[in-house]
Structures are given as structure tokens and as C-alpha cells.
């Protein structure tokens, strides 16, 4: 049966990243279609070759992040010539170096828009390619510290917290995803490339959106409130009779009166404190004991499926186990594939959450072994002899 092919096909994209933000721009690019060729140090490759967990010795992490995507190795030192042969080649390119890097080398857009002018440049950094902070070294971490969503992110009484997942690095790649993408329609449409510059705190500024209108339009600083929500209330966790939690969103004042009626409150519709949705931002701290009482004589599968037959937002709050074996989330929807790996046999890995009702995003092929695609590409895309690939071997070039 013929592979379906994906809404990038035809799409070169020339992956020098490493790590997270920047693999996992050219891991959407490559569900959708693209043939990313992913360029890794020869001997060593992408830092996450060694990073858990790990299956016979081959990193989950790797595995996950670069599915799709074929490997080459190249040292850029001793390879410039190779390498501009392949952004000639190249749709897009995309790198996650330190600001400054690319332009050591003597490979900075500037230089390589000489070579490709329709070349779509993606770079993702900490703070950009521009600014005082530029040549600052980022990470998810940082770009969380910096964004200010560590500092509304926990318990009132509690330190700043982390996001438990690397919200900064994935939001990073799907913003230069975006980037790239528009860019190369542009490129297409005028022969004229460009430079995409994402930086991880600039991702998350902009992820704070409404948080940030708290200071800049009301003036009040926010501050950690747990897990309410600054903007509609009551909007948080709640336990129930089992010991669990489940979340209830009353985003409205139409599902603060379902609540309402449904607890056996329904004088709570028009108390001038819970009344509309701004009294009840004001009176969190008093209502949510109110629904907290109400929700403790529930358990949590009867609570959840009592408010969803009355159509209000609730959901169990899931481990990353029920996650995994959820009808809707990984049956339907299939955000959990098994794959085959010819080194390691059967995985599972983290599907593509972009359904396309024509060319389906996905899988299609494991990440590459170690400089795996080298003849393929070299050979092939580049049309170098037998002679001159096995010459870069010998020096080092690959």
C-alpha cells in the first residue's frame, strides 16, 4: 500500500537543531510531509542520543523528538563547502545556536541568502538574535523564569514553580513552525526568503497574554493564585468524596447559574457578591468553599459525569497512565502510536496533534541511526561520487 503523502511534500528542510525547541519545529514539519534532513556532529550526534528513558540502550527522548527525519553527520568547520551544497538544496532551514554561532562559521543568513536567496531562515534562541540579552544562553527553564509564568505559577503561599512540562521550548517550536511556514509562502510567492527569529522568552510573554492586560490595562500585579483563573470564577480544582480532584471551568454567568441550580443553590444566582462574572473573580476565596462542600459528596467519576450530562466544563484530573489509555485521547484521536524501530523493535511515541482530513499527519519512518541517510543524501540529493563521500569520511567531514 502506497504511504499516504503529507501536506509538505516536496517541502526540504535542512535541520541543524538539537535538543527540544528547535527538533520539535522540524518534527511537526516532517509529520506534515517535509523531508527534513537533520545535520548532527559526526560521533557524537544530538545531545538527546543520551538522554532518558532508554529501550536497549536508545533513547526514548530521540526517538520521540525525530521520527520522519533523515540523519546526516557533517562538521560545519571542516564541511562549509558541503554544507552550502545543501542549503542550495534546501527550503528552510532551521538551528537553535546560540545568537552569533552561524556567523563564526561564516553561515549566517547573510551569507547563505547569497547562495538561496528563497531560503527560509528559522532560528529559535533565548532572547532572540537581537537585544541586550541576545547572546545570553537559554533554556525551557530560563524562558519560564524570564516570561514571568513561573511568578503566577503555584500556591499564594508558595515559591514560583516551574510548568511541569517544557512549555517554553514547545511553544518556541510551534511558533517558529508557524514562522517558517509563512514565510515559505511568502518565498514561494515572491523568490524572497527570510530570517524567522523566535525567541523562548518572547514565546511565553506572549502565552501570558490576559495576564499581562491585568498589569498593563488594570495596573494590579498578578500573582500566583494556585489553580483558579484570574479572568472567570469559579474556575479551579475541587475535591471530591474519593480523595481526587476534578476540575470544574464556569466561564460564564449562563454555567454559574447550571452550577447553581444543580447544587440545590439556587439563591447563589443573584447574591450581588457571585452574581456576575467580575463579583465572582473578586469573591473567589468565598465561593470556592461553597463548591468545594458540594463536591466532597461526589466521587469523582459521578461528579464529572453528572455536570457533563448538564453540558458544564469538567474533567478528571488525569495521570500521565490515564492518559495514555483514554478512549477518546489515545484511542480516537490516537496521540499514541506504536512504531518499529529497527534497532529496538516496538515503542510507542507521542502521535502528531494535527489531524488533516487529507494528508494525515503522523508517522511515517523512525529517527534516523547516526549519520544513516549520509550516501542517501550526499549520493543522492547532492550527487557527490563514491570517491569524494568516502574522502569526507577519512577527514572527518562526516
Same mark, same amino acid.
Given at each position: 500500500?502506497e504511504?499516504?503523502?503529507?501536506?509538505?511534500?516536496?517541502?526540504?528542510?535542512?535541520?541543524?537543531?538539537?535538543?527540544?525547541?528547535?527538533?520539535?519545529?522540524?518534527?511537526?514539519?516532517?509529520?506534515?510531509?517535509?523531508?527534513?534532513?537533520?545535520?548532527?556532529?559526526?560521533?557524537?550526534?544530538?545531545?538527546?542520543?543520551?538522554?532518558?528513558?532508554?529501550?536497549?540502550?536508545?533513547?526514548?527522548?530521540?526517538?520521540?523528538m525525530?521520527?520522519?527525519?533523515?540523519?546526516?553527520?557533517?562538521?560545519?568547520?571542516?564541511?562549509?563547502?558541503?554544507?552550502?551544497?545543501?542549503?542550495?538544496?534546501?527550503?528552510?532551514?532551521?538551528?537553535?545556536?546560540?545568537?552569533?554561532?552561524?556567523?563564526?562559521?561564516?553561515l549566517?543568513?547573510?551569507?547563505?541568502?547569497?547562495?538561496?536567496?528563497?531560503?527560509?531562515?528559522?532560528?529559535?534562541?533565548?532572547?532572540?538574535?537581537?537585544?541586550?540579552?541576545?547572546?545570553?544562553?537559554?533554556?525551557?527553564?530560563?524562558?519560564?523564569a524570564?516570561?514571568?509564568?513561573?511568578?503566577? +505559577?503555584?500556591?499564594? !503561599?508558595g515559591?514560583? &514553580?516551574?510548568? %511541569?512540562a517544557p #512549555?517554553?521550548?514547545? $511553544? =518556541?517550536?510551534?511558533?517558529l513552525?508557524?514562522?517558517?511556514?509563512?514565510?515559505?509562502?511568502?518565498?514561494?510567492?515572491?523568490?524572497?526568503?527570510q530570517?524567522?527569529?523566535?525567541?523562548?522568552?518572547?514565546?511565553?510573554?506572549?502565552?501570558?497574554?490576559?495576564?499581562?492586560?491585568?498589569?498593563?490595562?488594570?495596573?494590579?500585579?498578578?500573582?500566583?493564585?494556585?489553580?483558579?483563573?484570574?479572568? +472567570?470564577?469559579?474556575? !479551579?480544582?475541587?475535591? &471530591?468524596?474519593? %480523595?481526587q480532584? #476534578?476540575?470544574?471551568? $464556569? =466561564?460564564?454567568?449562563?454555567?454559574?447559574?447550571?452550577?447553581?441550580?444543580?447544587?440545590?443553590?439556587?439563591?447563589?444566582?443573584?447574591?450581588?457578591?457571585?452574581?456576575?462574572?467580575?463579583?465572582?473573580?473578586?469573591?473567589?476565596?468565598?465561593?470556592?468553599?461553597?463548591?468545594?462542600?458540594?463536591?466532597k459528596?461526589?466521587?469523582?467519576?459521578?461528579?464529572?459525569?453528572?455536570?457533563?450530562?448538564?453540558?458544564?466544563?469538567?474533567?478528571?484530573?488525569?495521570?500521565?497512565?490515564?492518559?495514555?489509555?483514554?478512549?477518546?485521547? =489515545?484511542?480516537?484521536?490516537?496521540?499514541?502510536?506504536?512504531?518499529?524501530?529497527?534497532?529496538?523493535?516496538?515503542?510507542?511515541?507521542?502521535?502528531?496533534?494535527?489531524?488533516?482530513?487529507e494528508?494525515?499527519?503522523?508517522?511515517?519512518?523512525?529517527?534516523?541511526?547516526?549519520?544513516?541517510?549520509?550516501?542517501?543524501?550526499?549520493?543522492?540529493?547532492?550527487?557527490y561520487?563514491?570517491?569524494?563521500?568516502?574522502?569526507?569520511?577519512?577527514?572527518?567531514?562526516?
Amino acid at each position: 500500500m502506497e504511504q499516504q503523502k503529507g501536506a509538505l511534500e516536496g517541502v526540504v528542510v535542512l535541520d541543524l537543531s538539537r535538543v527540544l525547541a528547535g527538533p520539535y519545529c522540524s518534527m511537526i514539519l516532517s509529520d506534515m510531509g517535509a523531508e527534513v534532513i537533520k545535520v548532527e556532529i559526526p560521533g557524537t550526534g544530538d545531545d538527546t542520543r543520551g538522554f532518558p528513558p532508554f529501550k536497549e540502550g536508545k533513547s526514548g527522548y530521540f526517538m520521540n523528538m525525530n521520527r520522519n527525519k533523515k540523519g546526516i553527520t557533517l562538521n560545519l568547520k571542516k564541511g562549509k563547502e558541503v554544507f552550502l551544497d545543501l542549503v542550495k538544496k534546501a527550503d528552510i532551514l532551521i538551528e537553535n545556536y546560540r545568537p552569533g554561532t552561524m556567523e563564526k562559521l561564516g553561515l549566517g543568513y547573510e551569507e547563505l541568502k547569497k547562495v538561496n536567496p528563497k531560503l527560509v531562515y528559522g532560528c529559535i534562541s533565548g532572547f532572540g538574535h537581537y537585544g541586550p540579552y541576545s547572546k545570553r544562553p537559554g533554556y525551557d527553564i530560563v524562558g519560564q523564569a524570564m516570561s514571568g509564568i513561573m511568578s503566577v +505559577t503555584g500556591w499564594p !503561599d508558595g515559591e514560583a &514553580t516551574r510548568a %511541569g512540562a517544557p #512549555v517554553s521550548d514547545t $511553544v =518556541a517550536g510551534i511558533s517558529l513552525t508557524a514562522g517558517v511556514l509563512a514565510a515559505l509562502h511568502y518565498a514561494e510567492r515572491t523568490g524572497i526568503g527570510q530570517k524567522v527569529d523566535i525567541a523562548l522568552v518572547d514565546s511565553l510573554v506572549s502565552v501570558m497574554q490576559i495576564i499581562n492586560q491585568i498589569y498593563l490595562i488594570g495596573g494590579r500585579l498578578p500573582g500566583r493564585t494556585g489553580n483558579a483563573y484570574e479572568s +472567570t470564577a469559579p474556575y !479551579d480544582t475541587f475535591p &471530591t468524596k474519593d %480523595g481526587q480532584h #476534578v476540575v470544574i471551568g $464556569v =466561564a460564564n454567568d449562563k454555567f454559574w447559574k447550571q452550577l447553581c441550580e444543580f447544587m440545590g443553590k439556587p439563591e447563589l444566582i443573584t447574591d450581588p457578591e457571585m452574581a456576575k462574572n467580575g463579583d465572582r473573580v473578586r469573591n473567589r476565596d468565598k465561593i470556592k468553599p461553597i463548591v468545594e462542600e458540594w463536591t466532597k459528596t461526589q466521587t469523582a467519576e459521578e461528579l464529572v459525569s453528572k455536570l457533563l450530562e448538564i453540558g458544564l466544563p469538567t474533567a478528571p484530573i488525569y495521570n500521565v497512565k490515564q492518559v495514555t489509555e483514554d478512549p477518546h485521547i =489515545a484511542g480516537a484521536r490516537e496521540m499514541f502510536i506504536e512504531i518499529e524501530d529497527p534497532e529496538v523493535g516496538k515503542i510507542k511515541v507521542t502521535n502528531s496533534h494535527i489531524k488533516m482530513s487529507e494528508t494525515k499527519a503522523g508517522f511515517r519512518s523512525p529517527a534516523p541511526m547516526l549519520g544513516q541517510h549520509n550516501e542517501e543524501i550526499y549520493g543522492g540529493l547532492l550527487g557527490y561520487s563514491p570517491e569524494r563521500i568516502r574522502e569526507m569520511k577519512e577527514n572527518g567531514t562526516i
